[in-house]
């Protein structure tokens, strides 16, 4: 699957012109196309993009302040890693699977969760593009996450197989794991 930065996903979704880049929400690689209205709309609706914390706690409130609205979260990952709590992986202090949390806390309070991600915004139709298919909202929250610029910074590009950091904490603390790059027990020292 490409990946979607949010600049190129804010860019797109202005003009309404997707990417067509993915697939159904379900399981990993058993996924099926989406295409058209998906989930039509039988009620008030209010559509979240992005599953982190902006967007899972928006989608968790506004389904509690008035449980006649449904609450769709669009979220193409499994599950939601807290990278603001990963230096406590790097530290030693935590595990990462401490860090790891699936949504069905949301599916309890009747959030519909989706596994995709959103490619546009219609905001002429209220519509938010999902692969080949397309989501009907009344109220829209945009909260797709932040990504690292790794072209603002001249050499860090090329080096970023190398430079530690815990914004995606799954994928770099994993690998980090029992390395010397851990923090020694003074955090002073660090």
């Not at 519909?112 to 209220?126: G, L, M, N, W």
Request: net charge positive.
């Amino acid at each position: 699957m490409t990946r979607l930065t949010r600049r190129e996903f804010l860019r797109t979704s202005g003009t309404g012109a997707g990417l067509g880049l993915l697939a159904a929400a379900g399981v990993a690689g058993c996924a099926t196309t989406i295409k058209g209205d998906f989930a039509p709309k039988t009620g008030r609706r209010v559509v979240v993009i992005g599953g982190g914390w902006g967007g899972a706690t928006a989608a968790k409130y506004v389904r509690l302040a008035d449980p006649s609205i449904e609450v769709v979260l669009l979220e193409p990952n499994q599950q939601f890693v807290s990278c603001p709590f990963s230096n406590l992986v790097l530290s030693g202090v935590r595990s990462i699977d401490s860090l790891t949390f699936g949504y069905g806390g949301l599916r309890s309070h009747d959030v519909k969760v989706y596994h995709a991600a959103a490619s546009a915004i219609e905001p002429d139709t209220r519509r938010v593009r999902v692969g080949e298919g397309y989501l009907e909202y009344d109220r829209l929250i945009v909260s797709p996450g932040v990504e690292f610029q790794w072209e603002q910074v001249d050499g860090l590009a090329e080096a970023q197989d190398r430079v530690l950091h815990a914004w995606k904490a799954a994928a770099r603390l994993s690998s980090s794991r029992g390395s010397s790059r851990r923090c020694p027990t003074a955090a002073s020292s660090c």
